[in-house]
């Protein structure tokens, strides 16, 4: 018999909602898995990305060509709230693309590899595909496209329990995340605390990552991280942090109403991402969706009073209307490409919000000090 | 804000502002800054501002001529900025593109009160935060007050103490002597009892030893930041050391972005990277270097360069982010927020460029060219050049850029160690050289693990496994090929036959890591055929088979944009590679367009500098201004040629001839220029030519007629021209025989060389049997080239173009030194002085034989050797050569133009200039970088070793002299002068300018014979003997001369090694050195006009 040089990889197929299949290399679960396609460009934080609940829903095409480099961190003997590396208790998104990745890892502080990570998560990857090419397909698309992860082995799985919205979807659908309120999926069930400072913070848990309760706690706060729908008014503490969080801020039930009772009163109130455009539409803006959203490490950002800049970690869909900002507010960041708002502030009140991530993680610590001024406004 | 109030123009004159170059290309000091000054003054020009550019290399791209500009070529030194200030009365200056001599220079003349006399401002980093970074103490002062750690690091004097503060800082530490030399006292200690014994030792020799903390095996991270006058800061890019530190980062191998750092560390260090800048009120690019624990967070700064750096080419050029010239905006006032990202035109300047590839440099050494030189890496930089290759994984990246800095489509898998013991090759590990890659390759070939490698290394083991896994792809491939029969005559349908046996997908996988078709053929012929021998033209020739077959099976590499962004943003970005980890081109080439391919120079060498890269723009400049899509390829981060702009599209790719095919395959180009990039690109003449690339100019037959020995000698013979007699020898009889006809002495060049250089000259028959003993067994295969040397001859070189075999333009240069020293380190005149007119009729006269014979359609150069009046031909280049810059710029006529306008086929009719029109004399002299090489010979002879040159010019040859060798350090004796001038004859011509010698006033020494000649003839010198104290060696030891003139009296060994010793000596301690008679006579007689020099007001200009 004629011998053949081969190696044999399971495969699998990226089948997207404009007609075009891609395939790759299955790594992970032997799952068959869909979302909405986004990508990022940051070029680290492989895994802090992946466990970010605003990713819920969606596939996330890493641009960078290799992925996995150092591992995935252990955990700090289960507790995510206090492992870096770790935005929440697990994978959130629904897939991973990469163009590459290896297999041996050797940082100091690296557990499994991703490989390793995706298959114990149940969650489904593909590498080998031209991810460059297919971030120009998201970037082009005239609207949002969607994707399915189907693996070559037709014994693959199909899990809708992973997360509570998912219970919508059949094995064939395209997963259109925002269509669902996702708060449910993603908040705690109920209170978790963080820390033992003197100032309490109750922090809205939209999906929140977990580096904003761990930035509040080193910063002499005591954090509560409460479900998305707790009732604002039975809380007592110092300040509110309205979290990030996955989807469309006005499909949110009821929060838009909670957050208004907050903006009556006088507690500082800071909101992340999500929780910024939650804030706006409380104060009676309006948002809508971009295109293509914003998603990595580098959207440059300046303060619109004192022309300072910084690096930010973005993650977002939607975007607060710059004219329907009421009377009262006023825009405290904009994003130095675009000119889209990235942050505004009450005029009189100690109201504020940015749609970037001041806890970064992953990406530069360039805002941090966003939260330790909002810390000082309690007095 | 915009631009600076100072800068505007004032009644419609614009403001001028003096930029600093970096001068003569040097180790540590390279092209860098040709790359970094002209982005400036392209962003500078656009900003309405007249640039005044000081800079005496005349082969760089910014010291071109321009309107709205003017460029001085002198010294770069205090002296000559303050004769420009006076005169120009520029606005400001801007140090920070000029590299280290520059920024020293600033700094001296702000605090000699220069710039404030002439009320001159600095624009970017001001000069006591440039005075802040260089100070060891205050930046670690300035660095421990914000928290940032810098190494810890203590001064002792007793043992005692040592021990203390080495518990202190923790093991293990290094102890260091500062004021000894050669490293008496230097070395680690792991533990008490081993610095025990290294400091009693040590504090026995000096008083005073530093202990410091000892960061080998750490990481070495850099991170290249730029900040504005409002303070908003960017991390352009980060880069990560393959090599631990302990290996000069210049040395090391380096990725970007990072690759083994996750998000916390390399955040962490990129908050210190800006609080740094910050704290220093840097305005500008800075460069900051760290050394990163392996093992925790723990950090240290090493470094800040708060300037242009090579780091920050090479960051530019790995980002795609045009660095210089938006520093060189912000330096003028503009804020990084008002300033668009040059790639895309429409995103802001305030960007952290994404990547979605990785780029890795390796650097180039030419250690082999020095005699005596440690090939030893360590804290002192000793390559000369580097290359870049960009790709999507490290394997690819790291196979092709070995690809590149070896110039051979071998790369890794290079079996350069396949007889090396494994002792060897782990004391190789033990002692990294720079071929630790390819004794790390054949270790792990051996079937040695990752971790017995990191062990020795102590190189990061992601690394590691990645060339590993190459390894094992390579033992795979073998394996599969392993019961293969070849037949004795193989053809290409043999090889295709069994590259078909491998499946599409697997085939795709050794491409996409990097594998090129040679190698793959290679694997094939050395498993299947292993008993036979074959020639790189022969592999070559076989894997156009795979080649043909991989287009059949459609796998081929896809081009890439490079766009700062990561695609996020759509750019019409012309930053192109290759690579076959991919499936879809990003830009389509429309056939319709008429393409030219430039090929550039690759690696900056000894022997192909930054000259050969002028001659690349040249180019590529006028084939964009013919409306032809100017296409580039070149591989070299400190190049113009790779700048975004210098043509119409670059592929920042391999100069291999399987790349060059992919992208001749991809662009469909009406013609490939292969002679205006130097040696390199040449080299690929016949296999373009074999596979029907059409080549611009010459054709593959006049190249290859040039080029190859022996047809070039016939033709000589033929056209009644004369040459040195020479042969190719296959045994020691042969030799014998040709020594018995032409006698001593001898110019060898074996065609193996086990160590040393490669070429020397034999004297007598003892060198003769030494240097013989140095190359392998001669035979057929490994023949010696003999040729005969001729003593006491000038040597002259002939520059031009010719069209289809006439000659359309010349020019006559003339060596300063005798024949016998290397072309690219002699001092070149032009126009020529001191040459009979017999001698130019008869040179005129070859010239045009040879041009026609060969049919000559190009640029070319030749060299010849002249003794009353009695011309032979050295030598022929069909192709651009080193001095196509010198003469261009001297004499007014663009060399290259013409050169360009015949390879176009434009009609271009005979020019004549006349050379006594040209106003002025030029020089051009070679810099050398004997300081840097530790154990090198600094010494001339046949084989290159210099490093860099400059051109001056002067109203005449004496002012052109002086300039051209302050401007390679040749600096005027200050305390003493030691003499040794050779052979009888020698001296006798050394009395031309005994006078000048004691005019200076000092203290003259001489050695034994030297001061003898000397006082017999009235002449005080203190003579020195090699067996009495105080020997020359003492007096350079011990500071009393500055100035060394060492002319050896003959080629014997024991005269050799006695005149090495000084000659080694006087460079460590940093004497003015010249070892050339002729040169040593030039340069004294220049005195002459020294004091009319100096106080000349109004200086030449371009």
């Keep these: 018999m004629k011998q053949i040089l081969k190696k044999e990889y399971e495969k699998a197929v990226l089948d997207l909602s404009n007609g075009v299949k891609m395939e790759g290399r299955l790594i992970g679960a032997n799952a068959v898995s869909s979302g909405e396609m986004v990508f990022s460009t940051g070029m680290l934080a492989y895994s802090e990305a992946m466990t970010d609940p605003s990713y819920l829903g969606q596939i996330l095409v890493f641009s960078f060509s290799l992925i996995g480099n150092y591992g995935i961190p252990s955990s700090n003997e289960g507790d995510f709230l206090k492992s870096y590396g770790y935005e929440s208790a697990g994978i959130k998104t629904q897939g991973i693309i990469v163009s590459d990745t290896f297999d041996d890892c050797f940082h100091y502080e690296h557990g499994k590899n991703l490989r390793e990570w995706l298959l114990l998560s149940g969650v489904p990857g593909i590498a080998g595909i031209d991810t460059r090419r297919l971030v120009q397909m998201i970037r082009d698309a005239k609207k949002p496209l969607f994707g399915r992860i189907v693996p070559q082995n037709k014994n693959a799985f199909y899990d809708n329990t992973r997360f509570e919205f998912l219970k919508n979807f059949g094995r064939t659908d395209f997963v259109d995340p925002s269509q669902y309120n996702l708060l449910p999926s993603v908040s705690v069930k109920t209170p978790i605390t963080l820390g033992k400072g003197k100032n309490k913070i109750a922090l809205l848990d939209f999906g929140t990552k977990f580096n904003i309760a761990r930035i509040f706690a080193q910063n002499d706060c005591t954090v509560e991280i409460l479900p998305w729908d707790s009732d604002v008014e039975k809380v007592n503490c110092d300040a509110w942090v309205l979290s990030n969080g996955p989807g469309d801020p006005q499909n949110t039930g009821g929060v838009i109403n909670n957050v208004k009772k907050l903006l009556k009163g006088n507690k500082p109130v800071l909101g992340i991402c999500l929780g910024h455009q939650i804030m706006a539409l409380a104060a009676g803006a309006k948002t809508r969706k971009l295109l293509r959203g914003h998603r990595s490490f580098n959207q440059p950002v300046f303060e619109v009073e004192t022309r300072r800049g910084f690096m930010t970690s973005q993650n977002h869909s939607f975007e607060v209307n710059r004219k329907s900002l009421p009377k009262g507010w006023q825009v405290w960041f904009e994003n130095a490409n675009d000119g889209s708002i990235e942050g505004i502030k009450h005029k009189n009140k100690p109201f504020m919000s940015a749609q970037f991530h001041p806890e970064a993680s992953g990406g530069p610590n360039d805002t941090t000090w966003i939260i330790k001024e909002f810390i000082k406004l309690i007095a | ?1102």
């Design chain 2, 1 to 1102: 804000m915009p631009i600076l109030n100072f800068l505007k123009p004032v009644k419609n004159k614009k403001q001028k502002v003096l930029l600093l170059g970096s001068g003569a290309l040097s180790i540590g000091q390279a092209g860098e800054f040709d790359y970094s000054g002209s982005q400036a003054i392209k962003a500078l020009e656009e900003e309405g501002l007249e640039v005044i550019v000081l800079n005496p290399n005349i082969a760089s791209v910014q010291t071109n001529p321009a309107p709205n500009k003017k460029v001085y070529l002198y010294p770069v030194t205090p002296f000559w900025i303050e004769k420009i200030i006076k005169k120009e009365r520029p606005a400001a200056i801007i140090a920070g593109f000029g590299g280290q001599t520059s920024l020293n220079c600033v700094i001296e003349l702000e605090n000699s009160g220069v710039l404030k006399k002439y009320g001159v401002k600095v624009l970017g980093t001001q000069v006591s935060a440039l005075e802040m970074s260089e100070d060891r103490d205050l930046f670690s002062k300035q660095m421990h007050s914000i928290g940032v750690p810098t190494p810890p690091s203590k001064a002792v004097r007793s043992v005692e103490d040592a021990l203390k503060i080495a518990a202190e800082i923790g093991y293990p530490v290094i102890t260091r002597s500062a004021y000894a030399l050669g490293g008496l006292g230097s070395g680690l200690a792991e533990n008490p009892q081993q610095l025990e014994k290294l400091a009693a030792s040590a504090l026995t020799a000096v008083p005073q030893i530093l202990i410091e903390k000892s960061l080998h095996g750490w990481k070495e991270i850099e991170y290249e930041v730029m900040r504005d006058s409002r303070g908003n800061c960017i991390t352009i890019c980060n880069m990560e050391n393959f090599d631990p530190m302990g290996i000069h980062t210049g040395d090391s191998i380096v990725i970007a972005p990072c690759q083994t750092l996750n998000n916390r560390e390399n955040n962490m260090l990129r908050d210190a990277a800006i609080k740094i800048i910050q704290s220093i009120a840097v305005v500008g690019e800075c460069n900051v270097q760290f050394a990163l624990s392996p093992f925790t967070l723990e950090y240290f700064v090493i470094e800040v360069n708060a300037r242009l750096s090579r780091s920050s080419a090479l960051a530019s050029k790995a980002t795609g982010y045009p660095i210089a010239f938006v520093a060189a905006k912000v330096v003028c006032g503009f804020e990084l927020l008002e300033l668009k990202n040059p790639v895309t035109g429409t995103t802001s300047a305030f960007y952290e460029p994404s990547l979605d590839y990785v780029s890795l440099k390796i650097p180039r050494w030419d250690l082999k060219k020095f005699t005596g030189v440690s090939k030893q890496l360590g804290t002192q930089m000793k390559s000369v050049g580097e290359v870049m290759s960009i790709g999507r994984n490290f394997c690819e990246v790291m196979q092709k850029a070995i690809r590149m800095v070896q110039e051979d489509e071998e790369g890794l898998s290079k079996e350069i160690f396949k007889d090396a013991q494994n002792k060897e090759l782990l004391s190789e590990l033990l002692n990294p050289t720079n071929m630790r890659v390819f004794a790390i390759y054949e270790l792990f070939r051996r079937g040695f693990t990752v971790q017995s490698v990191q062990n020795h290394t102590k190189i990061e083991p992601w690394f590691l496994s990645h060339l590993y896994y190459l390894s094992q792809l390579e033992g795979e491939v073998r394996e599969f090929f392993k019961n293969i029969k070849l037949p004795s005559k193989i053809t290409p349908k043999d090889i295709a036959k069994h590259f078909k046996d491998i499946d599409r997908e697997y085939l795709k996988r050794l491409k996409s890591r990097g594998f090129s078709d040679f190698q793959l053929t290679k694997f094939l012929l050395s498993t299947a055929a292993a008993q036979r021998k074959f020639t790189v033209k022969e592999i070559t020739a076989l894997s156009l088979s795979l080649r043909a077959l991989r287009k059949k099976l459609k796998i081929t590499p896809v081009v890439k944009q490079i766009d700062t962004t990561s695609a996020e943003y759509a750019t019409k970005s012309n930053y192109l590679y290759l690579t076959y980890d991919g499936n879809f081109n990003d830009v389509s080439i429309k056939s319709k367009n008429r393409s030219v391919i430039t090929l550039g120079s690759g690696s900056y060498r000894i022997g192909s500098s930054l000259e050969f890269d002028w001659c690349s723009v040249m180019t590529s400049r006028y084939f964009k201004q013919q409306k032809d899509d100017s296409i580039i390829i070149n591989c070299n981060p400190e190049t113009v040629s790779t700048d975004y702009n210098s043509s119409d599209r670059l592929y920042f790719e391999e100069l291999s001839f399987e790349r060059v095919m992919d992208i001749a395959d991809i662009e469909r180009p009406r013609g490939v220029v292969a002679c205006m990039g130097g040696q390199n690109p040449n080299n690929l003449t016949p296999y373009l030519a074999n596979a029907g690339v059409k080549l611009l100019g010459h054709s593959y037959e006049t190249v290859d007629k040039a080029e190859d020995r022996t047809k070039f000698s016939a033709i000589l013979d033929r056209l009644c021209i004369d040459q040195p007699k020479w042969t190719s020898a296959a045994s020691r009889a042969e030799i014998d025989a040709f020594i018995e006809e032409v006698g001593f002495p001898v110019l060898i060049r074996p065609s193996f060389v086990l160590s040393g250089t490669l070429m020397n000259v034999a004297n007598d028959k003892q060198t003769l049997d030494y240097y013989l003993s140095l190359t392998k067994d001669i035979s057929a295969d490994y023949p010696v080239v003999l040729s005969q040397f001729i003593l006491d001859a000038k040597e002259l070189e002939c520059d031009g173009v010719a069209k289809n075999g006439e000659v359309l333009v010349s020019f006559i240069s003339e060596h300063v030194e005798n024949a016998g020293v290397h072309s690219g380190d002699a001092t070149m005149v032009f126009p020529s002085e001191k040459i009979y007119v017999k001698t130019v009729n008869s040179i005129r006269d070859i010239v045009r034989k040879i041009a026609k014979e060969l049919k000559l359609n190009g640029p070319f150069n030749i060299q010849f050797i002249a003794k009353d009046n009695d011309v032979k031909v050295i030598e022929c280049n069909a192709r651009a050569s080193r001095s196509f810059p010198f003469i261009t710029k001297v004499s007014g006529h663009n060399l290259a133009e013409t050169a360009c306008k015949v390879m176009d086929e434009k009609p271009v009719s005979k020019i004549f200039v006349d050379e006594s029109e040209i106003p002025y004399t030029g020089i051009k002299a070679s810099m050398f970088s004997f300081q840097r090489l530790d154990g090198a010979d600094p010494i001339l002879g046949v084989e290159m070793a210099s490093t860099g040159e400059v051109g001056c010019i002067g109203k005449n040859f004496n002012e052109a002299m002086l300039l051209a060798m302050e401007s390679t350090q040749i600096k005027t004796p200050k305390k003493g002068i030691l003499l040794s001038t050779g052979r009888e004859r020698d001296k006798i011509k050394f009395m031309e300018v005994i006078n000048n010698v004691y005019a200076f006033g000092l203290p003259v020494y001489a050695t034994w014979g030297t001061a003898e000649y000397l006082q017999a003839r009235g002449y005080n010198a203190v003579q020195l003997g090699y067996h009495k104290s105080p020997t020359p060696l003492d007096i350079i030891k011990e500071g009393k001369v500055d100035f060394v003139i060492n002319v050896h009296k003959s080629l014997d060994l024991t005269e050799l090694e006695y005149n090495s010793a000084i000659r080694k000596l006087a460079v460590k301690c940093n004497c003015s050195l010249l070892t050339n008679l002729e040169k040593s006579i030039a340069y004294l007689k220049a005195f002459d006009s020294y004091q009319a020099l100096l106080e000349k007001e109004d200086l030449i200009h371009l």
